[in-house]
C-alpha cells in the first residue's frame, strides 16, 4: 500500500498571503488529521475530518481550516499568514477498523513565511 | 488526557539495549500507551501500542507494569538509526483519532 502522501513538499510564502497544502492518505482510510510541529510547540493538533466532516479541532484561529472531500483527499488553509506559521505540517491517517492512536504520519510540508 | 512524563534525552551506544521509561501517573482504566518515533524532517511512526503487562513486535517491547503509572519502551541492541525522537502518548483508543504528543525523549546513538 502506498504511503500518506503531501503536497507540495517544501513551500515559501510572504506574511499575509495565503496556502493550501493537500493530504492523500492511506487507501482505505477514511480519517486524516492535521498536525503542527514547530520547534518552540513542538506537534500540535490542528484538526482531523472523518467522511467529510470534521470531527475534532485544535486550538487554532479561524484562519487555519481544513477540508475532506468524498475520495479521503484533504485540504488544510491557512489565510493571512503569519511569520509564527512557519512550520512542518503533518498529515496522519488512520482507518476506521483501525486503532484510534495508530497513525500513519505522512513526510509534510515545510512551510516559511516570511 | 492522562500528562506524561519522560527523560528529555538519553544517550546510547550501537548494540545496547535503551529503555525508556514514561510515568503517566493519572492514567484512565480505558487509556492505552502508544509510542511513536520521528526522525529529523519525517512524520512520527507508530512503534507499538499496549494496555497492560508486555507487547513485543518486530521493532520493540512495552513493559507496562499492574499500577500502569509508567511504561517503558525497550529497544534492542540500537544501532545509529535508531537516533530520533520517541513519544509517549496515553488516552482512550475510542476511535477519535486526536494525539497529544509531549516533548518526547530524544535518543542519541553513538558508534
Known amino acids: 500500500k502506498a504511503g500518506v502522501t503531501q503536497t507540495p513538499r517544501y513551500l515559501i510564502k510572504t506574511r499575509g498571503q495565503q496556502v493550501t497544502l493537500s493530504c492523500s492518505p492511506i487507501?482505505?482510510?477514511?480519517?486524516v488529521s492535521w498536525y503542527q510541529q514547530t520547534p518552540g510547540q513542538g506537534l500540535q493538533f490542528l484538526f482531523e475530518y472523518f467522511s467529510e466532516t470534521q470531527r475534532n479541532k485544535g486550538n487554532f484561529p479561524g484562519r487555519f481550516s481544513g477540508r475532506q472531500f468524498s475520495n479521503s483527499r484533504s485540504e488544510m488553509n491557512v489565510s493571512t499568514l503569519e511569520l509564527g506559521d512557519s512550520a512542518l505540517y503533518l498529515c496522519?491517517?488512520?482507518?476506521?477498523?483501525?486503532?484510534?492512536?495508530?497513525?500513519?504520519f505522512g513526510p509534510g510540508t515545510r512551510l516559511t513565511v516570511t | 488526557l492522562a500528562k506524561t512524563t519522560q527523560p528529555i534525552s538519553m544517550d546510547s551506544y550501537e548494540g545496547q539495549e535503551v529503555n525508556i521509561t514514561c510515568s503517566h501517573n493519572n492514567i484512565a482504566t480505558n487509556d492505552y500507551i502508544t509510542w511513536y518515533q520521528q526522525f529529523p524532517s519525517q512524520g512520527p511512526r507508530f512503534i507499538i501500542q499496549?494496555?497492560?503487562t508486555k507487547v513485543t513486535n518486530e521493532v520493540a517491547s512495552l513493559f507496562i507494569p499492574a499500577d500502569r503509572k509508567s511504561s517503558t519502551l525497550s529497544l534492542p541492541r540500537v544501532s545509529l538509526s535508531d537516533t530520533a525522537v520517541y513519544y509517549c502518548l496515553v488516552g482512550p483508543d475510542s476511535g477519535y483519532s486526536t494525539l497529544t504528543f509531549g516533548k518526547g525523549t530524544m535518543l542519541l546513538v553513538s558508534p
Open positions: 487507501s482505505g482510510h477514511r480519517s
Open positions: 496522519a491517517s488512520s482507518s476506521l477498523q483501525g486503532k484510534a492512536y495508530e497513525q500513519y
Open positions: 499496549g494496555y497492560k
